[in-house]
């Protein structure tokens, strides 16, 4: 559905977007995950025709984002962050401009309205004022109008900021029951709302892709956390020569604590092996426990790839 090879996009001396390469089958549905100013919005504005790439190639459906955008806008229902709408039209009003806009068929506009609303559930504000909804409802209008053409693939940009709980699992429920009929690429930095909806999760970082995997890979696997009074680089450097150590990742300090996740080879338990090195430096240990890694690990895993 989607396939994108060293896609680069630039903003003058800034390099948004650095060399990517990534695929999504029809009927997945994806997690597109980053801190702050990773790229995400920008890669998913180039797929979605918005603005155009430095270099490389994107296409959706097999049709080129830069010579077939056309066809590419025709498989696409995208929503944005901020959603554009026309506060005083009413929603079955707008609905019905936005049908005849995306070229619904006059016979079946009437029922594919009926269809969206239903699907988003605001049938029920169908004569209401959009300028009146509750930001949540805006969102599902939204959502409403990116369905209404039937497209093959939704881009939904953070389709839950600024909802309030009952709406985020509303929100949730929608776009689950969706990825029955719809490939999905979804960006949120809400990682719980990856593992509840998503199948796959992609985290990009400067403009990086940094992981590529399915979630139920990336889901368990043990890591050991360590809060010692010592020195941070000098702890961290006896940490690394451990046998079975695969990698050490240092938090931020607590207290004056040298504070660090250390990942093991096969997900060995090298708690004994550390205190005693640890006891061995004569540094005093507040804390040593074995622990199972979460998403938040992965994602920050990949995002601090970026600075080392």
């Not at 270099?55 to 590419?72: H, L, R």
């Amino acid at each position: 559905m989607i396939q994108v090879d060293r896609l680069v996009k630039s903003f003058g001396s800034i390099v948004a977007v650095d060399r990517i390469s990534f695929e999504v089958s029809k009927g997945e549905i994806v997690g597109f995950l980053g801190p702050n100013g990773a790229g995400k919005t920008t890669t998913m504005r180039i797929l979605t025709c918005f603005i155009p790439a430095t270099s490389g190639q994107a296409k959706v459906g097999g049709f080129d984002v830069m010579t077939d955008s056309i066809e590419v806008r025709r498989r696409i229902g995208y929503l944005p962050e901020s959603v554009p709408l026309y506060g005083e039209m009413r929603v079955n009003e707008y609905l019905n401009y936005r049908a005849k806009l995306k070229g619904v068929p006059r016979a079946e506009r009437s029922s594919r309205i009926g269809y969206v609303m239903e699907r988003c559930r605001v049938d029920d504000r169908a004569r209401q004022l959009i300028g009146t909804l509750s930001k949540g409802y805006r969102q599902r209008v939204g959502l409403a109008d990116a369905m209404l053409h039937n497209p093959d693939l939704l881009i939904l940009d953070e389709p839950t900021v600024g909802l309030d709980p009952i709406q985020i699992r509303e929100t949730r429920k929608v776009i689950k029951e969706l990825g029955e009929q719809h490939t999905i690429l979804l960006s949120t930095h809400i990682l719980p709302e990856v593992e509840m909806v998503c199948e796959r999760v992609m985290i990009i970082a400067s403009g990086q892709i940094k992981l590529d995997d399915k979630l139920a890979n990336l889901r368990g696997g043990a890591v050991i956390h360590l809060e010692v009074r010592g020195p941070q680089q000098n702890v961290h450097n006896m940490l690394e020569t451990i046998d079975g150590v695969a990698g050490v990742d240092a938090r931020e300090p607590q207290d004056g604590l040298a504070v660090f996740d250390v990942r093991t080879k096969n997900d060995e338990d090298l708690r004994e092996k550390i205190s005693q090195r640890v006891a061995q430096n004569g540094w005093p240990i507040r804390q040593l426990d074995l622990r199972q890694r979460t998403l938040e690990d992965r994602f920050i895993e990949a995002a601090m790839k970026v600075e080392e």
